[in-house]
């Protein structure tokens, strides 16, 4: 067998029950097959755990108010008080950092399930009707994707105004124009699929057959691109709050901490640059590894796209 | 016949009228300035300016009248002066208009003074004499008070308009200025110059180089207004138009060339200038910067010649450091913290700051120590007037912050623990808008009160909030303070002021604020002055926090740079005196 084709091969058999009778996947053993077989992205995959692990615990592990001033304690040092140090303010950086995990990673999830739902819809929509809808559809999404990203995200929310929710919807409509494409492709083969002719001579009508037999079938792709689509959704809100369109001070978001104000102060004070982009760095790294492993295990012909 | 005694002689030839009163005025005069010399105490003692040979102490009487000045003013340092070099400023907020009788922000007012001229000029050296407002001479060569209510003015002869359409250079005359206050106290409700020359009566021009203007009352702020910073003299060729925004012809040291949104504004220098000689700098760029943090990098970079700000956003170790690194900077440090004061301001028609409780439990709650604090340590409490200034109140006059006292207020106010107040502070990104917003936040979560904070784009926070809107709830940020009372408590807390913008209304309030304008005796108007502050305190329309201090380092080629104290960031800055020492090798 040729590399290629043996590498793919034992990709997928991560996921390959143990016993050709048995098809119900042990999931203990296929995360364990995945660290064995892969293992960059298990790292990455840990990164990201404990991202959203102490994103949903930093009530817990922060150890002072991110917002409590403290006029005594100016721009110190890391110390054992204070892990990461104090801004210009006297706040512990540590604590916002922690918080910022929280602050991007709802920022994320809401932007990712936005986009992911409009554009699996629009793409799943524009694939199984085709011709006039299709070709609709896809024009808008053409006009959405000839927009830089990151533009079309600040003039949204320059329009309505900085705050997490609209960062959040933001970035969802920026990202669901790929996305739909990515999706349509796969829904143009399965709908010739002789089991859908089935279907539908049972009467079974265009929604059924899209919710219950189209989708599941491009749900690998989805979770693949999805994940990839974590890290960028991070990216794009630090860029954001950076440039003053984030959720409104005081709210500690990472790409607000590195902001503009602070630049001239970073020169001395390291600490208020490092801990914040050491976090964006290494988390927007775990996705991408995790999201890659995955998607070589998933389905190796996405290589390349998403 | 024998000589005639004098008597007899004045019988006969008949005293003329014109005599009498030159006579009678002087008496008046002198007497008046023999009585305010008496009861002004330590004022009339205060050294002279060293700002211009004609300054004269504002909101006094002024001493007998002076014989005609010499044009340039006699500063003995611009002796040393060099011609030559480009000026750059990054100004954080873009002028919003080159008309200053309807538009005073920072930006707007740094522009347009390098362009026009006023008739007199406000001085100040904060290091000898902090907070007595100097007055010296500008188009107007020399001044004199006429009577209590009639002042003249000699102007300048050479003066000429910047010769660029439709103006195209004629000469300055006395029809200039009468046209300019009238446009002054006239009635657009655009003007924020309105409730300042209000009080004036009429404005003559018997010559083209004399004008004589009357007040309806005696008004004391008389001569601090003709000196202030937005009191411009403009052609009426061209304030009569829409370009008036846009552009800007006047008399004074630089010639406006062209302004690109956004960017930047340039000025070259007038070589026809009525002070000959002067300005020594051949170009002003006026560039917008927003962004502190570019600021910082251009001035590090060598682009700029001046740069500073004030804690917490400013930290002073950063300053220092940054002075450290570079070898050709000077610093400029403000010892007194009587700059812009950092403040809220409530809208007082609609709820919950309707309720003078409430707005009080600001005044009691917010933790002022802590302040200082954040604030660099430098700061001091704010009030109406600066501390600083001869007009200030001590910090015993202020309530200590009583935590407890402002749950009371609020509890009362129908605030409780179940039911807490939650407003919203809309801000600019400008004029420390979010540093003090944050703090103020803070400062008032043991109070029990929830502040989330609106930040809107800076033009549009200027016309809905700080001009008086009624779609705001409070604001905070750090306002620019005043050097005479009228100039500052007037027209922002009197019910018929054009700059009321917290709808505050008040008889008692009304009743001072009119009485202490037409106090020409120094002390009775502290005392006055006094009795306002402590009742807009208590009333608290506004809460006033603490003032900033500010630091500020310029290039040590940059000579001559004074930095005003009152009123700092929206003061004009006396470019046309400053000069680039020629580099080591040229």
């Known amino acids: 067998m040729a590399t290629a084709e043996r590498a793919a091969r034992d990709d997928r058999l991560v996921f390959a029950p143990d016993t050709p009778a048995t098809s119900i996947v042990s999931w203990p053993l296929a995360v364990a097959r995945f660290c064995r077989r892969k293992p960059l992205g298990a790292f990455g995959g840990a990164i990201t755990l404990v991202l959203i692990v102490m994103a949903i615990v930093h009530p817990w592990i922060a150890t002072h108010d991110p917002n409590a001033l403290n006029p005594n304690e100016v721009l110190h040092g890391i110390s054992g008080r204070h892990y990461f140090g104090t801004d210009n303010y006297g706040r512990d950086v540590y604590s916002r950092v922690v918080y910022g995990a929280w602050a991007s990673l709802e920022v994320s999830i809401i932007s990712v399930a936005i986009g992911t739902a409009i554009g699996t819809a629009i793409g799943v929509v524009s694939g199984y009707f085709g011709g006039a809808v299709d070709m609709v559809l896809q024009r808008v999404v053409d006009a959405a994707l000839a927009f830089p990203g990151l533009i079309l995200a600040i003039a949204l929310v320059g329009l309505v105004g900085p705050s997490v929710k609209n960062v959040s919807i933001a970035i969802g409509l920026v990202t669901f124009p790929s996305l739909s494409r990515i999706v349509r492709g796969p829904v143009l083969s399965i709908k010739e699929q002789p089991y859908l002719e089935a279907a539908r001579s049972t009467g079974a009508n265009s929604l059924r057959i899209m919710v219950r037999h189209i989708l599941p079938n491009i749900t690998a792709i989805i979770i693949v691109v999805v994940t990839a689509r974590f890290g960028t959704a991070i990216l794009v809100e630090s860029s954001l709050s950076f440039l003053g369109l984030g959720p409104p001070p005081p709210t500690a978001t990472w790409g607000s901490m590195l902001s503009g104000d602070a630049i001239y102060i970073m020169q001395t004070a390291w600490w208020l640059a490092f801990f914040p982009g050491a976090a964006i760095t290494l988390v927007v790294l775990g996705f991408n590894l995790f999201g890659d492993a995955l998607r070589d295990v998933l389905d190796p012909r996405l290589r390349g796209r998403a | ?586």
């Not at chain 2, 300048?156 to 200039?176: L, Q, S």
């Not at chain 2, 060729?237 to 062209?258: Q, S």
């Open chain 2, 1 to 586: 016949m024998a000589e005639d005694g004098y008597w007899t002689a004045l019988a006969r030839r008949g005293v003329r009228r014109r005599g009498f009163l030159t006579g009678g005025a002087a008496a008046l005069t002198a007497a008046m300035a023999a009585a305010a010399g008496c009861s002004s105490g330590n004022n009339s003692s205060k050294p002279a300016a060293t700002a211009g040979s004609n300054a004269r102490v504002a909101g006094t009487v002024a001493p007998a009248p002076p014989t005609a000045q010499a044009l340039a003013t006699a500063d003995p340092a611009l002796a040393n002066a060099k011609r030559g070099g480009t000026f750059n400023i990054d100004q954080p907020d873009e002028p919003i208009s080159l008309d200053n009788h309807r538009q005073e922000t920072p930006g707007s007012i740094q522009a347009a003074n390098l362009v026009y001229n006023h008739l007199l000029k406000r001085a100040e050296d904060f290091v000898a004499a902090p907070g007595i407002i100097y007055v010296s001479d500008e188009l107007a060569s020399g001044w004199e008070q006429v009577d209590k209510l009639t002042y003249r003015f000699s102007l300048v002869k050479n003066a000429k308009w910047h010769n660029t359409a439709p103006v195209n250079g004629r000469p300055f005359t006395a029809d200039d200025v009468k046209y300019s206050i009238d446009r002054m106290r006239g009635s657009d409700p655009e003007l924020r110059t309105r409730s300042a020359w209000a009080p004036v009566d009429k404005v003559e021009a018997p010559d083209p180089n004399t004008v004589v203007v009357t007040t309806k009352q005696p008004y004391a702020a008389f001569i601090a207004i003709a000196g202030h910073t937005w009191s411009i003299i403009m052609p009426h060729e061209l304030a009569d138009t829409p370009d008036v925004n846009r552009k800007a012809i006047g008399t004074g040291p630089f010639l406006f060339k062209d302004w690109q949104s956004g960017v930047a504004l340039h000025f070259d220098r007038n070589p026809e200038y009525f002070r000959s000689g002067q300005p020594f700098l051949d170009h002003v760029v006026m560039r917008v910067v927003p962004d502190l943090g570019a600021r910082t990098a251009n001035f590090r970079a060598g682009e700029t010649e001046i740069w500073g700000g004030s804690p917490p956003t400013i930290p002073f170790s950063t300053i220092d450091e940054i002075k450290n690194s570079l070898p050709d900077v000077n610093e400029i440090k403000r010892t007194g913290s009587n700059n812009s004061g950092t403040k809220a301001f409530f809208n007082t028609t609609a709820p919950p700051f309707n309720d003078k409780r409430v707005r009080q439990a600001f005044l009691y709650g917010a933790d002022y120590d802590s302040m200082i604090k954040i604030f660099g340590g430098l700061a001091q409490r704010a009030g109406p007037m600066p501390l600083a200034s001869v007009w200030g109140l001590k910090e015993s006059d202020f309530p200590k912050t009583d935590v407890a006292k402002a749950k009371a207020l609020l509890e009362a106010a129908g605030f409780t623990a179940d039911k807490p107040l939650r407003v919203k502070t809309t801000i600019s990104r400008q004029y420390s808008g979010p540093a003090v917003s944050q703090i103020l936040q803070q400062v008032m979560k043991p109070v029990g009160v929830t502040i989330d904070i609106d930040q809107i784009e800076d033009t549009a926070w200027i016309t809905q909030v700080y001009r008086g809107g009624q779609n705001y709830q409070m604001t905070s940020f750090g306002d620019w303070s005043w050097e005479d009372p009228d100039r500052g408590l007037y027209a922002y807390f009197h019910s018929d002021g054009n700059a009321n913008n917290t709808h505050y209304t008040s008889t008692q309030a009304d009743a001072l604020l009119e009485q202490q304008r037409g106090e020409f005796d120094l002390d009775a108007r502290k005392k006055i002055v006094r009795d306002l502050q402590l009742l807009l305190v208590d009333d608290a329309p506004n809460v006033w926090l603490v003032s900033t201090g500010t630091d500020e380092l310029a290039r040590k080629r940059f000579r001559n740079y004074k930095q005003m104290q009152m009123g700092n960031s929206n003061s004009y800055r006396e470019w046309e005196n400053c000069w680039f020492d020629p580099l080591p090798n040229s």
